[in-house]
């Protein structure tokens, strides 16, 4: 009797802890995929919406690790520890690198008490007073040393695990390398971000492995779903539906009003539909717009100029294109 073999099922991987984590999860229930983890001490769940999917939770430099290796087929971590441990095999591709969290940078520190940083015209010529290979500690051996190199300059990375900021003023080194977001654990230790020391900017974002988007079956229909919703939501997050009554003799006449303000012409254009009045008044319309939020003060005082009245404001979910252009730009890499 021939056994049924079943199909490995399509792995996402998420971090695990800490407040990258909280986003992620914040993230994926804001686009529409909630995460369904009945036992929080289980370090695996479900999408509902997607039951093609499992999801793991790893730590972020993991999660770079097993899509690169391939044990995992998609993965949300920061770009940070994507540049750093991307290997060279090639099989890691990067799918999404916005998904707006988790925002941070890669940077040099240094002393507060190095009052004379800013008289020296940069890092090169800082490191050419030390007579000796600059002394960093890092976390980031692969980026800080790639970076260092570009400025020609000497040194000898000590890799920590643990905390960093403690590093020069102990004495075993002379600056750090390490994530910076709002600045405040450096002050907290009395250390300053270099101004030409910025290694790598970083925030979350979706990678893929290569050779699973090829062979693995369903993989690459689950890139488009998590594509689709993922820049549906982001180009929806920060625009609002608008609907008004207007008057006018014809949809095409309101629509010439529309067009000529700034900001109520909508995407490609307004909708404008009759309105069925109980008077049997022919020159109603109902206008729909979608605009900025930032815009919306501004959106909703043209309206008014130009007769709107009865304006109702309801803000989007999605906003899907024809096609999601990194979709697009997966395919050409899988070509290449």
Request: hydrophobic share 40%.
């Amino acid at each position: 009797m021939t056994q049924s073999i079943e199909p490995t099922p399509i792995r996402l991987s998420l971090p695990s802890k800490g407040r990258l984590a909280e986003d992620c999860l914040d993230f994926l229930a804001e686009a529409g995929l909630k995460i369904y983890k009945p036992n929080p001490r289980q370090y695996e769940a479900t999408i509902p919406v997607l039951p093609g999917l499992t999801v793991l939770f790893q730590r972020p430099a993991d999660i770079v690790v097993s899509v690169r290796d391939g044990s995992v087929d998609f993965g949300i971590t920061g770009i940070d520890v994507i540049e750093e441990r991307k290997g060279e095999n090639g099989h890691l591709l990067i799918l999404h690198d916005d998904l707006g969290f988790g925002a941070c940078s890669l940077r040099l520190a240094v002393p507060e008490s190095w009052t004379d940083i800013n008289d020296v015209p940069g890092l090169a010529a800082f490191a050419a007073t030390l007579n000796r290979p600059l002394r960093v500690a890092t976390k980031y051996p692969n980026l800080t040393e790639a970076f260092l190199a570009k400025f020609g300059i000497q040194s000898t990375l000590i890799y920590a695990e643990g905390t960093l900021e403690t590093a020069p003023s102990i004495g075993y080194a002379d600056m750090i390398s390490d994530l910076v977001s709002s600045g405040q654990t450096l002050r907290d230790n009395r250390l300053k971000p270099l101004v030409d020391g910025l290694i790598q900017a970083s925030q979350s974002a979706l990678i893929a492995n290569k050779q699973s988007l090829k062979s693995k079956p369903g993989s690459l229909q689950m890139a488009r779903t998590l594509l689709e919703y993922f820049e549906a939501h982001l180009r929806a997050e920060d625009s609002l539906h608008i609907f008004a009554n207007m008057r006018g003799p014809s949809p095409e006449a309101i629509a010439e009003q529309l067009f000529a303000q700034p900001t109520i012409g909508g995407l490609q254009g307004p909708t404008v539909s009759r309105v069925v009045t109980r008077d049997q008044d022919p020159n109603w319309y109902a206008v729909n717009i979608i605009v900025r939020r930032s815009q919306l003060f501004q959106a909703i005082t043209e309206l008014r100029e130009i007769g709107g009245s009865g304006v109702v404001v309801v803000p989007v979910s999605y906003i899907f294109e024809e096609e999601p252009p990194r979709y697009s730009a997966m395919l050409k890499a899988l070509a290449e």
